[in-house]
């Protein structure tokens, strides 16, 4: 799914300003979805452009009028379509794990920084996961959320029981006297 579906998805749940959808963007999806102002505005634009939704503008004291989403019927057409995908990819994108395929080059102490920063980003992300209550949240929502938090309780643990592969091991020590 590319942005301006996902922004038509995220309205099938209410109207919604740029901002609003923002912040679901890194609270319900964050973990597996990036999206930021630069993608989010422009999508918005063009759905409304081709009516997949309508804009109202609220005007606010002192700041530019917000503008609020509402997805129309044809944008609920053209989500419903999508969701008729049945093999969607599933990809994964991490500059973590692209680093750490050239962890041959680095010295020890920068690894073991990689690791502490990647362990501290995890339990940030594990905390923000067991935040989002799931009795406010649509049954798909809670398995997305779960899911997540399944993924990063996983990468934490295999990061820790791990870390030896990358810092303080012989192979490390052999690989630094060969290089």
Not at 35 to 41: E, K, V
């Amino acid at each position: 799914m590319d942005i301006k579906t996902l922004c038509l998805g995220m309205l099938t749940f209410g109207e919604a300003s740029g901002y609003d959808l923002k912040k679901r963007f890194e609270t319900s999806f964050g973990h597996f979805f990036s999206a930021g102002y630069g993608s989010i505005y422009p999508a918005l634009a063009y759905l409304a452009e081709t009516k997949l939704v309508t804009c109202t503008e609220i005007p606010q004291e002192g700041k530019p009028d917000r503008k609020v989403y509402r997805i129309t019927e044809a944008g609920q057409r053209k989500f419903m379509d999508a969701l008729c995908e049945t093999n969607p990819g599933h990809k994964m994108r991490s500059e973590f794990l692209a680093m750490l395929c050239f962890a041959h080059l680095m010295e020890e102490q920068h690894l073991d920084s990689l690791l502490d920063n990647r362990l501290e980003a995890l339990d940030s992300l594990i905390e923000l996961l067991r935040s989002c209550g799931p009795e406010a949240q649509a049954r798909g929502v809670q398995f997305v959320t779960g899911f997540g938090l399944t993924v990063a309780l996983a990468a934490k643990k295999y990061i820790e029981e791990n870390r030896s592969l990358l810092v303080g091991s012989e192979s490390t020590q052999r690989e630094a006297a060969a290089g």
